[in-house]
T-cell receptor, first 115, second 115 residues
Framework: KAGVTQTPRYLIKTRGQQVTLSCSPISGHRSVSWYQQTPGQGLQFLFEYFSETQRNKGNFPGRFSGRQFSNSRSEMNVSTLELGDSALYLC??????????????FGPGTRLLVL | AQSVTQPDIHITVSEGASLELRCNYSYGATPYLFWYVQSPGQGLQLLLKYFSGDTLVQGIKGFEAEFKRSQSSFNLRKPSVHWSDAAEYFCAVAPYGGATNKLIFGTGTLLAVQP
């Protein structure tokens, strides 16, 4: 089975621009979560999508949004980019996203640099 | 609020030596516990997880972890470290009975292996 894939792997943007990142989960996985990883804040949960609906949300401003398509692929969008948004954005998928025994599988991440 | 503490930011061990990485969590009940490893430029790979039952958990790559309720700890161990184990290690928790798709991560421990 193919793992979680994320595109693009690297991205450079300037302040004020917006960006869209894409994540394709493992086949059959319906839950997709997004995390932001920075040296200062570490790994922080952004949001989780299941069946095209946002089911959980972390403590991030409204500039961060996402969506999920019927094939479970997910995108996250960051509008009005700030320098502090420079980070590695990780996507993770799991079967249902709840309950015992489930494991989240992570993609390689998209490294975003905001200049 | 739930939190995870990894007190060691950086650890250096000699190849062949034993390893123990510390993890303490703050949560009222027994949470789900995970250890992930991240190699440079890569996403996170699950090493092992604890949900319930036997408090000594075996994982991949020869790692094991022991859950100690009295100490709120979930330390990761390996009897003999290989140079390929050099990476960053993250402990994570999810509330018991809750979603495992919104993990709370520790700040990570960077492991260096000396020849």
């Amino acid at each position: 089975k193919a793992g979680v894939t994320q595109t693009p792997r690297y991205l450079i943007k300037t302040r004020g621009q917006q960006v869209t990142l894409s994540c394709s989960p493992i086949s059959g996985h319906r839950s997709v979560s997004w995390y932001q990883q920075t040296p200062g804040q570490g790994l922080q949960f952004l949001f989780e999508y299941f069946s095209e609906t946002q089911r959980n949300k972390g403590n991030f401003p409204g500039r961060f949004s996402g969506r999920q398509f019927s094939n479970s692929r997910s995108e996250m969008n960051v509008s009005t980019l700030e320098l502090g948004d420079s980070a590695l954005y990780l996507c993770a998928s799991s079967l249902e996203g709840t309950g015992r025994g489930e494991t989240q599988y992570f993609g390689p991440g998209t490294r975003l640099l905001v200049l | 609020a739930q939190s995870v503490t990894q007190p060691d930011i950086h650890i250096t061990v000699s190849e062949g030596a034993s390893l123990e990485l510390r993890c303490n969590y703050s949560y009222g009940a027994t949470p789900y516990l995970f250890w992930y490893v991240q190699s440079p430029g890569q996403g996170l790979q699950l090493l092992l997880k604890y949900f319930s039952g036997d408090t000594l958990v075996q994982g991949i790559k020869g790692f094991e972890a022991e859950f100690k309720r009295s100490q709120s700890s979930f330390n990761l161990r390996k009897p003999s470290v290989h140079w390929s184990d050099a990476a960053e290690y993250f402990c994570a928790v999810a509330p018991y009975g809750g979603a495992t798709n919104k993990l709370i991560f520790g700040t990570g421990t960077l492991l260096a292996v000396q020849p």
